[in-house]
């Protein structure tokens, strides 16, 4: 079994920068597919980044390509999310995900099979 916590959001204004982070715990953390989707109200879930472990590779919306940056800490058994210049249009709750069999980044949810509980990020504008 595997459990994801994230932490990390707030309220930021325009322009801001806030940086999400979710730890994962249960199994080797080495070999993971992890990810971050977002929900925002009235609206479905959408795919936001997405770092494979064993290669390195990572995927990223176009919303937010040049923007946020996925990365993670072996170490601490944690994955980031930076989020600069973030805009209104971000406001949204943010989960983590996690495919612990992974081999390449991928941007459908059905492809994750354990979730965080997700945590508020509000941009003001």
């Known amino acids: 079994q595997v459990q994801l916590v994230e932490s990390g959001g707030g309220l930021v204004q325009a322009g801001g920068s806030l940086r999400l982070s979710c730890a994962a715990s249960g199994r080797a953390f080495s070999s993971y597919t992890m990810a971050w989707f977002r929900q925002a109200p009235g609206k479905e879930r959408e795919f936001v980044a997405a770092?494979?472990?064993?290669?390195?590779?990572?995927s990223y919306a176009d919303s937010v390509k040049g923007r946020f940056t996925i990365s993670r800490d072996n170490a601490k058994n944690t994955v980031y999310l930076q989020m600069n210049s973030l805009k209104a249009e971000d406001t949204a709750v943010y989960f983590c995900a996690a495919n612990p069999n992974g081999y390449y980044p991928s941007s459908n949810p059905t492809y994750y099979n354990y979730w965080g509980q997700g945590t508020q990020v509000t941009v003001s504008s």
């Open positions: 770092f494979t472990f064993s290669s390195r590779s990572t």
